[in-house]
């Protein structure tokens, strides 16, 4: 198939990459020539621009930076210009409401269009292992599913236009939620005298389980093996777990949500940030215990 990818940074190099290995005739564009260059080493043809790379597309792929982007790109350079009755796949994080009216104008187009935004980070964009929350029609899911089924272990259709960004942020708002909740409660066990690791083996395995405690185990040498073991680097960075917090309580506000906790976790990850981690893994936020 024709695919054209627009957005070929940390994770849109990776899934391109990873259609082309399905077979697909991958048409990449990206502003940054040494993005582009990567991409046609990966085997994809490249443009220098986006409405270029869309001209002969079936369905064309986005992974980019924020929704005015998105909108920018879609508005300017791919609606019109892309064939009719292409599929468009929007895997970007970008706010609820930019995705649902770029959905609604592309399908005023006659295009068929789904939000797809992904869990799992760089090493799953380049291992084809990413699990992708999909908002749109069922006929729109239905085109976009094999597409993202190269790129993906797990492919969730959550509901209409803007589902899959409602369920990212939730999820990541959880994330953020049960980091500091593990990093608090390993902390005040430590201070109380209790070895991290005590508590590790018997949270694990008891009521107080979760994904940051059992997967991503935020003291290093405790637990499992994590982004705490190599100096917090690599992992989910900081400023992305910020952006996805502040789509979140965007979102919340718009739809009268009460997120008590999740504004104080928003908060405390600013403040995390602006004292200069931007570097640093989210599960760094541990130090601020210290
Ligand atoms: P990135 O900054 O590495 O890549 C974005 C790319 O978009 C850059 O190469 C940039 O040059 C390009 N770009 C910007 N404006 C453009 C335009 N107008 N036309 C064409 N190209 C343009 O970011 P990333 O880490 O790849 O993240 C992309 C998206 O994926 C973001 O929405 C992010 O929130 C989301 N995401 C990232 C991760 C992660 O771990 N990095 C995980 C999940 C989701």
Not at 20 to 46: I, M, N, P, Q, W
Not at 71 to 97: M, Q, R
Not at 172 to 188: D, F
Request: charged fraction near 15%; glycine fraction near 12%; charge should be negative.
């Amino acid at each position: 198939m024709k695919i054209a990818f627009i957005g070929l940074g940390n994770m849109g190099g990776g899934m391109a990459a990873n259609l082309v290995k399905a077979g697909h005739d991958v048409r990449a564009f990206d502003l940054s020539e040494g993005a582009r260059s990567a991409a046609e080493a990966a085997g994809c043809t490249t443009f220098t621009s986006a409405s270029e790379a869309c001209s002969d597309a079936q369905a064309v792929v986005s992974m980019l930076p924020n929704g005015g982007i998105v909108k920018s790109v879609y508005e300017n350079d791919v609606f019109g210009t892309a064939p009719k009755g292409a599929v468009f796949l929007d895997c970007s994080t970008i706010d609820v409401a930019t995705a649902k009216s770029v959905i609604e104008a592309a399908t005023s187009q006659g295009y068929d269009m789904v939000d797809a935004p992904v869990s799992g980070g760089i090493a799953a964009a380049n291992g084809g292992t990413l699990t992708f929350m999909v908002g749109g029609t069922d006929e729109a899911f239905t085109r976009a599913e094999p597409i993202l089924q190269a790129m993906g272990k797990a492919v969730i259709h959550a509901g209409d236009a803007g589902a899959g960004q409602t369920a990212k942020i939730c999820n990541n708002m959880l994330l953020a939620i049960t980091m500091i909740g593990t990093a608090e409660a390993m902390k005040m066990a430590e201070k109380l005298g209790l070895d991290p690791q005590k508590f590790y083996e018997i949270s694990s395995q008891s009521s107080g389980y979760n994904w940051s405690l059992n997967a991503y185990t935020p003291l290093p040498g405790v637990g499992v093996e994590s982004p705490a073991d190599n100096g917090y680097a690599g992992g989910f960075a900081t400023p992305l777990m910020v952006k996805d917090l502040r789509l979140a309580m965007e979102a919340a506000e718009t739809a009268d949500a009460a997120v008590p906790l999740g504004s104080r976790a928003a908060a405390l990850y600013e403040d995390f940030l602006g004292a200069g981690n931007d570097a640093l893994d989210f599960s760094a936020i541990i130090k601020t215990y210290d």
